[in-house]
Nanobody
Framework: QVQLMETGGGSVRTGGSLRLSCSAA????????MAWFRQVLGKQREVVAH???????YYSDSVTGRFTISRNNAKNSVYLQMNSLQPEDTAAYFC?????????????????WGPGTLVTVIA
């Protein structure tokens, strides 16, 4: 069973926008904090945003004011609206449920990683 599936990536020019979607299996999504991560080849995966089951959000400094995370609990889905994209946002983007109770980052992820979706921002 696929636990996580990310869609919505693509190529855009600097300043453009994309909306990423993540569909999660119910046992991964329900009641858990959901996060968006990104990874550049050769670097560690990093959290860019997360949202609790109740809707509280966190953003990394690099995306604050430009990205918005949201979730639809009825659809087991989480979204990432990305505006004012910059070349440094180019990466593969992944979603996962995370355990924030023990602090972090880094956070313990709860699901099997999906394939991710590639975002390329052209200068």
């Amino acid at each position: 069973q696929v636990q996580l599936m990310e869609t919505g990536g693509g190529s855009v020019r600097t300043g453009g926008s994309l909306r990423l979607s993540c569909s999660a299996a119910g046992n991964i999504f329900n009641g858990n904090t959901m996060a968006w991560f990104r990874q550049v080849l050769g670097k560690q995966r990093e959290v860019v945003a997360h949202i609790t089951a109740g809707g509280d959000t966190y953003y990394s400094d690099s995306v604050t004011g430009r990205f918005t995370i949201s979730r639809n609990n009825a659809k087991n889905s989480v979204y990432l609206q990305m505006n004012s994209l910059q070349p440094e946002d180019t990466a593969a983007y992944f979603c996962n449920a995370i355990d924030t109770r023990s602090g972090g980052p880094p956070y313990r992820h709860l699901g099997v990683w999906g394939p991710g979706t590639l975002v390329t921002v052209i200068a």
